[in-house]
T-cell receptor, first 116, second 111 residues
Framework: GAGVSQTPSNKVTEKGKYVELRCDPISGHTALYWYRQSLGQGPEFLIY????????DSGLPNDRFFAVRPEGSVSTLKIQRTERGDSAVYLC??????????????FGEGSRLTVL | EDKVVQSPLSLVVHEGDTVTLNCSYEVTNFRSLLWYKQEKKAPTFLFMLTSSGIEKKSGRLSSILDKKELFSILNITATQTGDSAVYLC???????????FGKGTLLTVNP
């Protein structure tokens, strides 16, 4: 596609529910990243995929968070038993290679998650 | 742990003013420093800096890096209302794919 696409753009859920957030990267980009941005903060790294595998998931806050990228393109971030503290904007980004060769990560518009 | 501190956290100016945004950092095995502009949701790339003293310039925006003093500045001259945004600074360290961001500077340009 023309840019990184994320769905849904907004998600309101109740505490304890399960949510999935989807990211469709730019076609041909092998590297995909998830970041989380809370109000008044900069984005925080969650996980990095190179192809289908999660090369680094050290930023996932706990085992309620999981992400997949089964075919090396679309990725889904899954959050189980949501808590109010999970409320944030979840940003996805992609790049042609590892990203920092050129410095340019292409970010999507984000999915705003609100846990009531 | 890599750390980025931006200042000021917010800034209000009038159109035509020149602004300087600051970014200081602590990082293991520094690779690069990046500036992004975030208007609504998606950050958009501005500059990547890897070498000290070499100014990067794009129109009215410019940036420079000082690797000895561990900081960077982003200058915007002749500001316009369209420059209103959050400006994010990020560094890349030992893991060459992971960006560590600062909290950002909220710039408001009034007509």
């Amino acid at each position: 596609g023309a840019g990184v696409s994320q769905t849904p753009s907004n998600k309101v859920t109740e505490k304890g529910k399960y949510v999935e957030l989807r990211c469709d990267p730019i076609s041909g980009h092998t590297a995909l990243y998830w970041y989380r941005q809370s109000l008044g903060q900069g984005p925080e790294f969650l996980i990095y995929f190179q192809g289908t595998g999660a090369a680094d998931d050290s930023g996932l806050p706990n085992d309620r968070f999981f992400a997949v990228r089964p075919e090396g393109s679309v990725s889904t971030l899954k959050i189980q038993r949501t808590e109010r503290g999970d409320s944030a904007v979840y940003l996805c980004a992609s790049s042609l290679f590892s990203g920092t060769t050129t410095g340019e990560l292409f970010f999507g518009e984000g999915s705003r998650l609100t846990v009531l | 742990e890599d750390k980025v501190v931006q200042s000021p956290l917010s800034l209000v100016v009038h159109e035509g003013d020149t602004v300087t945004l600051n970014c200081s950092y602590e990082v293991t095995n520094f690779r690069s420093l990046l500036w992004y502009k975030q208007e609504k949701k998606a950050p958009t790339f501005l500059f990547m800096l890897t070498s000290s003293g070499i100014e990067k310039k794009s129109g009215r925006l410019s940036s420079i890096l000082d690797k000895k003093e561990l900081f960077s500045i982003l200058n915007i001259t002749a500001t316009q209302t369209g420059d209103s945004a959050v400006y994010l600074c990020a560094v890349v360290g030992g893991s060459n794919y992971k960006l560590t961001f600062g909290k950002g500077t909220l710039l408001t340009v009034n007509p």
